[in-house]
């Protein structure tokens, strides 16, 4: 292909000596980094489609942005002074989650000998039927792995959110070593906390959160660019009123020269056929006629092979007979 970059065609002779099949977790990584730039796989199976716009931001994306312009996070469970304790992953998951309160409708079970009324839990923001009530602070940081599960399998939680989620996990294997240990009990410290000794009911959460003020942050970061465009589209326009006189009144001429000389390209194409048509017509008869000649050819030779064949046969049955006969006298 002559439009391929020579920088990038060298990139990929380069890369021709590695091999087929990576190891440790690095094809987990290209794949979920694939699918965090939206792609996935098409529903026939033949190739690979777009499930958003890659233009647009993922939530990752927003999240990094919150994190350098020091945005809200928008969450009450996650706030924006925990992103430099918490990883990318955790900060995301926690986000998609909020406080919630239990009521008899969530009795299942043994919940109804051990959780009260009013009890503090946390809920998925995007199917709201998913509710957990931890009663410790242990078994709140053992429903991390439940949280996780629900995030993949739920139906309501957006592809990208799932997509971002993964994604952001393989982060998370290095900014693990520089947080040191104990960071995830610390953070659910933190949450069990706010859960159990504060009160979210006046929290706004209509108000606009970090995802949407840094989707904005980027509009306008990339707006002057499309302001450019749109001032160069003015332009044109602006060029293409000023020529309109001059193309309607000129457009008329132009349309009766194209007529004729399609009725000019029409009759010398008509022609061209039939001459093609007579041509080909010529050319049948002839090979017909070749081939009638031939076939009689070979027909007439076979027959003559087939009668020399015969009297050679016969004639020398009766020589080797005399012969018999003549040697039987002597």
Avoid at 54 to 60: H, R
Avoid at 99 to 118: E, I, V
Avoid at 199 to 215: E, I, R, T
Wanted: a neutral charge.
């Amino acid at each position: 292909c002559g439009a391929i970059p020579d920088s990038c065609r060298e990139r990929l002779r380069s890369l021709k000596g590695y091999g087929s099949k990576p190891e440790g977790d690095s094809v987990e990584y290209w794949i979920d980094s694939a699918k965090e730039l939206g792609l996935q796989d098409s529903s026939d199976g033949t190739g690979v489609t777009f499930y958003r716009n890659p233009v647009e931001k993922s939530p990752a994306d927003c999240l990094d942005i919150e994190k350098s312009e020091s945005l809200p996070s928008g969450s009450f469970i996650m706030r924006s002074e925990d992103r430099t304790s918490v990883t990318d992953s955790m900060a995301l998951l926690l986000k998609q989650f909020r406080p919630c309160r239990f009521q008899a409708s969530d009795r299942r079970g043994s919940r109804s000998r051990d959780r009260a009324l009013g009890s503090p839990g946390i809920y998925c923001v995007h199917c709201s039927k998913k509710r957990y009530f931890p009663v410790t602070e242990k078994k709140l940081i053992d429903t991390l792995i439940l949280m996780k599960t629900h995030m993949n399998t739920c139906s309501s939680v957006p592809e990208d959110v799932k997509s971002s989620l993964c994604y952001l996990q393989h982060r998370s294997l290095l900014q693990k070593i520089e947080l040191g240990a104990q960071w995830k009990s610390k953070i659910f410290k933190k949450v069990w906390n706010r859960l159990h000794h504060e009160d979210w009911s006046n929290f706004d959460y209509s108000s606009p959160p970090g995802l949407v003020k840094a989707l904005s942050i980027s509009d306008e970061q990339d707006q002057p660019e499309e302001s450019g465009i749109l001032t160069q589209r003015e332009s044109l326009e602006e060029t293409d009123h000023t020529s309109n006189y001059t193309d309607n009144h000129s457009s008329s001429y132009a349309v009766e020269d194209d007529v004729d000389n399609d009725e000019e390209e029409a009759s010398e194409a008509l022609r061209g056929m039939q001459e093609m048509i007579k041509a080909a017509a010529i050319w049948l008869s002839e090979r017909d006629a070749e081939q009638e000649t031939k076939q009689a050819r070979t027909k007439g030779l076979g027959q003559a092979k087939n009668r020399q064949g015969f009297r050679g046969g016969r004639g020398g049955g009766r020589g080797g007979r005399v012969r018999s006969a003549s040697t039987s006298t002597t």
